[in-house]
T-cell receptor, first 114, second 115 residues
Framework: DGGITQSPKYLFRKEGQNVTLSCEQNLNHDAMYWYRQDPGQGLRLIYYSQIVNDFQKGDIAEGYSVSREKKESFPLTVTSAQKNPTAFYLC?????????????FGEGSRLTVL | AQSVTQLDSHVSVSEGTPVLLRCNYSSSYSPSLFWYVQHPNKGLQLLLKYTSAATLVKGINGFEAEFKKSETSFHLTKPSAHMSDAAEYFCVVSDQGSSNYKLTFGKGTLLTVNP
């Protein structure tokens, strides 16, 4: 089935450690996005990518990094510089970045800092 | 600048009764508006969208929403709630002609359906 796969589903991290969240899609979409979700806060855009080897910062990029070496993959690294990393992270894709409003989401990764 | 306000953080209904989830928006230009649903620990799924065609928009699972420019509202309704409708709902706004990375999400309304 076509879709977006995020892993791991749950992740625990000690303070000071970097962690990488995986996002893979087989929808042949050009655009991919990372969002952060906190309780009662909606979704906030971390990074997005419109094409391979190119990506742009979203609204809350500080303390995060991404890469887009392949069309189907868009991993997110949460670095030790992120002051409050405990959150639910959602990866999404769309055929392109033009406005359709329809993003296809993975099931998310829940990161907890111990 | 655009913004969206979901007027209720939590709505509780009984199975078989109507659902109303309220959303007001602010947009400098003609807006595009969307409703998404998120079941627990899952990703979001698009329910319906308004992009300047008919003001009454029908979506999946029997939901619909009406765009009211004079009231700057885009409320989500369903005539009869089902247990499977229990989830969190997000109202989303963007300026028409903008990009998918310009979407602004509301803070969400948690819908509880009681048997």
């Amino acid at each position: 089935d076509g879709g977006i796969t995020q892993s791991p589903k749950y992740l625990f991290r000690k303070e000071g450690q970097n962690v990488t969240l995986s996002c893979e899609q087989n929808l042949n979409h050009d655009a991919m996005y990372w969002y952060r979700q906190d309780p009662g806060q909606g979704l906030r855009l971390i990074y997005y990518s419109q094409i391979v080897n190119d990506f742009q910062k979203g609204d809350i990029a500080e303390g995060y990094s991404v890469s887009r070496e392949k069309k189907e993959s868009f991993p997110l690294t949460v670095t030790s510089a992120q002051k409050n990393p405990t959150a639910f992270y959602l990866c999404a894709s769309s055929p392109w970045t033009g406005l359709t409003g329809e993003l296809f989401f993975g099931e998310g990764s829940r990161l907890t800092v111990l | 600048a655009q913004s969206v306000t979901q007027l209720d953080s939590h709505v509780s209904v009984s199975e078989g009764t109507p659902v109303l989830l309220r959303c007001n928006y602010s947009s400098s230009y003609s807006p595009s508006l969307f409703w998404y649903v998120q079941h627990p620990n899952k990703g979001l799924q698009l329910l319906l969208k308004y992009t300047s065609a008919a003001t009454l928009v029908k979506g999946i699972n029997g939901f619909e929403a009406e765009f009211k420019k004079s009231e700057t509202s885009f409320h989500l309704t369903k005539p009869s709630a089902h247990m499977s409708d229990a989830a969190e709902y997000f109202c989303v706004v963007s300026d028409q002609g903008s990009s998918n990375y310009k979407l602004t999400f509301g803070k969400g309304t948690l819908l509880t359906v009681n048997p």
